[in-house]
């Protein structure tokens, strides 16, 4: 998909004034008509959203306390899977339930020990003096979108938050240092079909790669496969060059799919046995556990603080803390009478088990469940229930699924943290009129891990109407990549 390049982007004297639609992308996902006011499938922003330049500092300071959580996950983990170390032998079992034993024998492969993932992308629901925790993403959906985006802006006269090469050549730089003797490597985003959503996106990406772009050389070494069209030839994983057509050795696999689909995934046992044997370098790793929801709850769990606190340090572990809210794994095994719940009081009473949740009022049951990761429910805004927007049989019904679900897939319990309510602006695309409303927005900056290094390579602001409870994608919400608003500007 080539770029469009008219002759004259930008008219007025703010870039807001007249925005060039031409250099929004056409592909399905984002409408066929860039023009037309309801196309998108969401709503256009007159400039990126904008940030202090505390919020950008905080945001860098994120990436790293980011890095040195999935560390700790990956460390405890293994700890916990040896008998020799005091570290409970639950938590490896917790993360196990529901995964099929090849999955875990491929985890635990020496050759992937120091592997995690090279994309990190939290939800962070923004409040006036910080924000809210609610999510960490290995496999974030939305690297495409950002890309066509920032490219829309920049081209509008905007500067956006991105690395000097821009998100795609930071994107490539990343997945080129997983072949430090090879420094062209034909790389290959692997797409499934249940993440089909995102096919258009990602094609936008790997084409914009492909074919270069003001701040990137093209590089033809890379496509976006479908699984189905995956070998193993000569003892080399092999796609089809989308030049050429021939027979092309893969020398590094970009996963884009989740660990729960595996069985609808044809030809995924090739790509296990390519990175059990070292043919291939494959990031995300297949390491189900650092993909859990659950380990945002077992930050809070009393047993584990000094662990945190060794791994991450005390004043990283305190304000990860603060930023993640309270949470609890949705456990049905019986307490001995003596016992309680920690930390779950809600409207001050004493809870013994989760059931009794069933019982609380609509303002008590300002909490949020949703399944951990390892489950077709455990991505997007799937699966999530928030207590006090459903009635007390709906709610009732969705601790029951949960509780019953334990054994397979875990489910996590969450205390309600609203973002606040802050002014946005969209633009319509029809008139070129710009509306002010009242927006809660979640921030989703993306991380790229390189040599130890993380950069923040953009950030997404999603703002959504005021009354709505779950802020994601929605036809009414606004996305907009982020700028830092400089001192003084109003």
Known sequence: MS????????????????????????????????ASDNALGWQLSPEPFSLTPAQWEDLQALGNILVKFTKAVDTLYKQSQNPNLSTPDWIAELYDQGKPDGLKQLAGLKRLKSQLPLVIRPDLLLKKDGWTLCEIDAVPGGLGFMTALNHFYRQNGFPVIESSQGLPGAFLSLLQTLTPDNPQPFIAVVLSDEAGDYRAEMSWLVDTIQQGSDLLPAYPHIALIHPKDIDLVRDRLVCPNP??????????????????????????????YAVKKGLVKCTPPFKPHVEEKLSLALLHHPVLADFWTKELGQADFQQLKQWVPQGWIVDPAPLPPQAIIANLNPG?????????????SQKERELVLKPSGFSPLGWGSRGVTIGHDHSSESWGQQLDIAMASFGQTPYILQKFEAADVLPAQRLEMGTGEIRDFQARVRLCPYYFVENEQVTLAGVLATACPADKK?????????????????????
Request: hydrophobic share 35%.
């Open 3 to 34: 770029h469009p390049s008219p002759s004259n982007p930008i008219a007025g004297t703010h870039p807001s004034a007249s925005l060039d639609f031409s250099y929004l992308p056409t592909s399905p996902l984002y409408g066929k008509d860039s």
């Open 243 to 272: 030049i050429t057509g021939q027979e092309q050795p893969i020398d590094v696999i970009y996963r884009f799919f989740e660990l729960f689909d595996l069985p609808n995934i044809p030809k995924v046992e090739l790509i296990q």
């Open 348 to 360: 001050g009473k004493v809870i013994q088990d989760f059931l009794q949740l069933k019982t609380l």
């Open 470 to 490: 779950l802020i994601h994608g929605m036809k009414d919400a606004v996305l907009a990549p982020c700028q830092v608003k400089s001192p003084g500007l109003k």
